[in-house]
């Protein structure tokens, strides 16, 4: 990690948000400041990683608030984790910047290790270079015990259930490039500043027999279930979790196809057997997450869409990541 | 990993080597493919982590041979692993790319893939996503038994090694720049493909009081060690190891200083007692690593040149990245 010399200022910012953070992971044996971190378990130990880069023009416009750049940055690692049922601990952050800001890196850093500290994760390494303006960020969690949640399990007969409700970052979008004019604080605050579904993530060990995280929308991330697990699906859009906004976005230009191919929106898609029906509304429950079973499992393949009486079969072609004036393809 | 289905081009392509990797290394429960790669540690485990990010036109010039550059974006991972006394086992790659190219992502690959593979690393995850030119490795390895090799533990009275040798790399890019114009492919190798010193770092642990790796000069790194260990150093320039190419330079231009500023170099810096002169020899032997003392830990701070019989204390600054027209602040 060079860059912890190699850019003074902005390190020396990060460094100074790090030395207050509040989480020292007890299984962390060298943090921030050498050559690598080092994380030492005393007994057996499972370890969940990601990766994920998001860049300037392509996956947020450059004057997004630094802040919520930096709790997005984080975010949707942790989405990423929440989606294997893996418990957050650590992270690394790898920063390229245009120019020296110390206003700019002060807000990233505030917004990042805000969202760290909430959840318990440690910092312990990074990265700062000068270039065009992106973040990848890397995220380790470990997995208590059971199987990792993988997207190759579903079996034909299981339901298919997302959290929260979808499409709100899509509108966000919309509003955002001015091809909506309806404002909506939620819609924009769920495509600058997503929240990780960390909390139920914890509980996917104890029903889901697949899950994925919702970043690419829910047609594509459905789509990787589906094919890694050999099977087919049909979603009854009349369930479909809709915020009003959304709901008001669709009837007002009939572009129904946008919550389910819209991503960002980082909630959890994933499939259990009917069985799990109670157990699964209990973990919901226990934490405030919205869950809703919105079709089913069938053999075969491909994701059929059913709608007022009429099934149409979409690919999982899905979302592309938006340039500021391209949102998908 | 979304990443892995955005781009299906790109990740096709790395996927492809990645199907034909043969290093499954046997604590990888889930390799690429999912929302998170898994690693199951069946005992205690100690962890090594560090990341490292390299820009087009900050870190390398944008039409760099992508084999080459497959290859370094990994090395200086690697460099930082060995800098720890750690053993390369796994890696994650977020790779920004400005166009769909397949002929420069297949070069990029094949190096990054034959590098990986002749130390037995796994690619266990990544990110493909559109931008500017920029890669940003995520490498771990294992610590087998024994503290591991910090920065901060070198003792007034300790030797100061460096491997191989120095300002290679800085040669390499007055060349690349056109600012020297006598020929030296060694130089240009080292640029743009360095060898990490993986073997010799596994031995760190035996006797090295502190360590880093160079990769932003000499002075620079070499300053990491004093600071972190509140300590002072005096080098000797008459024996540090020079190639004869940058003795030529040397000789030719007057820029003594060349050597001890310049980065990318990718060597190992390290203290020890005396007492283990020794042991340090055979090691060197052992891993064919070519070891030279260049001076001693003092105590006070502040590090001397020593040149001629004249002495001379140069600041930590050292090294800043290149941009193509700018080698050094």
């Known amino acids: 990690m060079p860059g912890l010399s190699q850019w003074p200022g902005e390190f020396e910012i990060i460094r100074r948000f790090f030395s207050a953070q509040r989480v020292v992971d007890a299984d962390t044996e060298i943090g921030i400041g050498d050559d690598c971190a080092i994380l030492n378990f005393a007994t057996a130990a499972r370890l969940a990683l990601t990766t994920d880069t998001l860049v300037a023009g392509v996956h947020f416009f450059s004057d997004t608030d630094p802040a919520r750049l930096g709790h997005k940055a984080l975010a949707v690692n942790l989405s990423d984790l929440a989606a294997m049922g893996a418990r957050p601990r650590w992270t690394l952050l790898a920063l390229t910047l245009p120019e020296n800001d110390p206003e700019w ?175 699964i509304a209990l973990a919901a429950d226990a934490t405030a997450t919205p869950v809703r079973r919105i079709g089913t499992i069938r053999a075969g393949s491909g994701l059929i869409i059913r709608r007022y009486g009429r099934s149409v079969e979409l690919p999982y072609s899905g979302y592309v990541h938006f340039s500021p004036g391209d949102t998908r393809r």
């Open 105 to 279: 890196i002060t807000a990233f850093a505030r917004g990042f290790f805000r969202l760290a500290e909430r959840y318990g994760v440690q910092l312990i390494g990074g990265d700062t270079t000068r270039g065009p303006l992106a973040v990848t960020v890397h995220a380790l969690g470990t997995i208590d015990e059971g199987p990792a949640v993988k997207r190759s399990g579903a079996q034909a007969g299981d339901a298919v259930y997302v959290s929260g409700s979808i499409g709100l970052a899509g509108l966000g979008l919309k509003i955002r490039q001015g091809a909506y004019l309806v404002p909506d604080e939620e819609a924009l605050d769920r495509l600058e500043a997503p929240e990780p579904r960390t909390a139920f993530g914890l509980r996917l060990g104890e029903f889901a027999s697949a899950a994925i995280d919702v970043s690419d929308g829910l047609v594509a991330d459905l789509g990787h279930i589906l094919e890694q697990s050999s099977v087919g699906a049909e979603v009854d859009w009349e369930v479909l979790p809709l915020s009003s906004a959304v709901c008001r976005y669709v009837a007002d230009s009939g572009d129904w196809e946008m919550p389910l191919v819209a991503g960002d929106d980082y909630e959890l898609c994933f499939t259990a057997s009917p069985a799990y029906a109670h157990a």
